[in-house]
């Protein structure tokens, strides 16, 4: 798995709460066999008009937001649908990091298995956020994992909270399955427990 | 022993492996697989050589992708043709059961599950589908994951996970009549919010949720993810045991199995970390006017206005949410006409759902305005519909009887809304898009749907005659 360490970044502000995962990444795309290419289409329904041409009016669209690698957004980002194709659209896409008051738990987990980083931060710090992503633009942002630290080049500081595990994955890269499979004994002493040996 | 509750038995009871300040490493009794998440994870075990761990404990069905139309002709759409025919290689390979479009037991993954005894209290299912959370109607512990995660669970038959907190939900009195458990959970959602339940497993309890069938239970617990919690739960009781006694795959020995599963709901005195209490007698017959489930009100009350709500965030969301519905606010819910009615999905597509629907729609014409389709959440739904006359009764009406399959619930097949179409929709999500894009969905139970495909615009079934 890809590891995440420090990443600094442009930040594109979406100004929208409960974005479900059908608008990040529309079914029509769920038919692929592969787990790349998906940045492309990442929301599709809203960074086009009727017509295909792009929409002008759309945040992503915006000639400040090109190279962002950071997402700032509203409560409850990514509900819906479990498909990873979410996180791997935002990922394909550029981002790096996504920054809100809350995720859905399964877009929060997906985030995680593949190398991205989301923020939860209070409502209060998400506003403040807002607010410097209008006054200074180009807005960047630091997302320290080692350090836990988000911060701006103008005094904003804030603490990334993150559960201890998690952290240590995401700052090594290390392979889910590959943890697990280091307790294959414990697997195994569990099925002969419960009668559940093949 | 401190008391628990089901949530806390089920979890001890599947706990393979726990260090301090890490995720546990959780036993995962059945995997259910269908052809969208799970391409990318079979290629995985291909790159990393590795096997399932335990293919007898993996189900596959093909749903959300396939036709609904005439099943004897090849699939128009090539790359939903290859979706399906990697999920049939790829169960081939790794030996995993696979029900086919040709099987009489194909169907949504969520509706054959419990249908053939796959599905058992007690147990720890997951799918790469946010609707698992259906299962937790038997008492299970289920909910839906990730691609990445399906891929674990096939290496290594376990999950890491978070303990999420627990919610009760409870439900106190007898629902009124024309109220049904869709009602119940759409009631629910508005009244938690569409993120009220994250971060928790829910169980649903009291008296309005011990007097549901099984089947209705599974509507509720289907949509706990539409009011954020990954997990929603009911208590095994004697409803459940009826149900499943005599199901294909259920244990040999049933009775034993029964003593065992007595054992699971929650222990008098037990504490959830949180309690909500509700009376079924305030729940009238729900409809969405929004793009999110907790968008909701009764049928006989209006369109909300944004300035109805509280916060800054909400008043937007509403406003964002209008717009796209192309209402202004202020609306009566029964004055909202519409152009499709679409009685199907893993929350409303099994045969109590279509029976209600039929008892409805039995006698009457669906209102020339309205296109309507029923597509039966299973193969075998489908048959025994066919042999109570279901199908008849709504083809005589002017709905189109389909095959099995999610079909309109998400339109990833070519069943679909054309832009600003509107359509009362038995399914879970209203979501922009989500029936097609530019489509208006309303949710509402199957006898709603029914009668609003009738009548062409939507009616307070409490009024049907």
Known sequence: MKSFTTHTGKVVAMDRANVDTDQIIPKQFLKRIERTGFGEFLFWDWSQLDDGSPNPEFELNQPQAEGASILLARRNFGCGSSREHAPWALEDYGFRVIIAPSFADIFYNNCFKNGMLPIRLSEAEVEELFQRATQHTPYALTADLDSQELSDAHGFSARIDVEPFRRHCLLQGLDDIGQTLQHEAKITEYETAHGLAS | ?465
């Open chain 2, 1 to 465: 022993m401190k008391p628990r509750t089901l949530f806390q038995k089920i979890w001890d009871n599947h706990v393979v492996h726990q260090e301090a300040g890490r995720q546990a490493i959780l036993y995962v009794d059945l995997h259910l697989v269908h052809e969208v998440t799970s391409p990318q994870a079979f290629e995985g075990l291909r790159l990393a050589n590795r096997l399932v761990r335990r293919p007898e404990r993996t189900v596959a069905t093909a749903d959300h992708n396939v036709p609904t139309s005439d099943r004897s002709l090849p699939i128009a759409d090539p790359i939903s043709k290859q979706q399906i025919d990697t999920l049939r290689a790829n169960c081939k390979e790794f030996g995993i059961t696979y029900y086919d479009l040709n099987d009489a037991q194909q169907g949504i993954v969520h509706v054959i599950g419990p249908e053939l005894g796959y599905t058992q209290p007690g147990m720890i299912i997951v799918c790469g589908d946010s609707h698992t959370s259906t299962h937790g109607a038997f008492g299970a512990l289920a909910f839906g994951i990730g691609t990445s995660e399906v891929e674990h669970v096939l290496a290594t038959q376990t999950l890491l996970q978070d303990k999420p907190k627990t919610l009760e939900l409870r439900v106190d009195g007898e629902l009124k009549p024309g109220v049904t458990a869709k009602d119940l959970i759409l009631y629910l959602i508005g009244q938690i919010t569409t993120d009220g339940g994250t971060g928790y497993c829910v169980e649903y309890t009291g008296e309005a949720i011990r007097s549901l069938t099984m089947e209705n239970r599974m509507t509720v617990c289907n949509m706990s993810i539409e009011g954020g919690a990954r997990a929603g739960m009911i208590a095994p009781d004697d409803t459940t045991y009826e149900y499943l006694r005599g199901r294909k795959f259920v244990p040999k020995d049933f009775d034993a199995a029964v003593a065992k599963w007595r054992e699971l709901p929650t222990d008098p005195g037990a504490e959830y970390d949180k309690s909500l209490v509700f009376q079924a007698a305030d729940i009238a017959p729900q409809v969405t006017w929004g793009t999110n489930p907790g968008l909701v009100v009764s049928v006989n009350s209006h369109v909300p206005k944004p300035a109805d709500f509280s916060d800054t965030t909400e008043q937007k969301t509403a406003a964002a949410a209008l717009e796209y519905m192309g209402l202004k606010g202020g609306e009566a819910i029964t004055d909202l006409k519409l152009d499709r009615v679409f009685i199907g999905s893993c929350t409303n597509a099994r045969i109590e759902d279509l029976r209600a629907a039929a008892a409805v729609a039995r006698g009457h014409q669906v209102s020339e305005n309205v296109n309507a389709m029923v597509v039966p959440g299973s193969g075998q739904v489908k048959i025994q519909a066919e042999q109570e006359g279901l199908d008849k009764v709504f083809r005589e009406a002017g709905f189109d009887w389909r095959e099995a399959g999610c079909s309109m619930c998400l339109a990833m097949n070519p069943d679909k809304l054309a832009p600003g179409e509107r359509c009362a929709s038995t399914s879970n999500r209203n979501f922009e898009g989500r029936q097609g894009k530019g489509g208006r969905t309303h949710l509402v139970s199957p006898a709603m749907a029914a009668a609003a495909a009738i009548a062409g615009h939507f009616v307070d079934i409490r009024d049907w005659k």
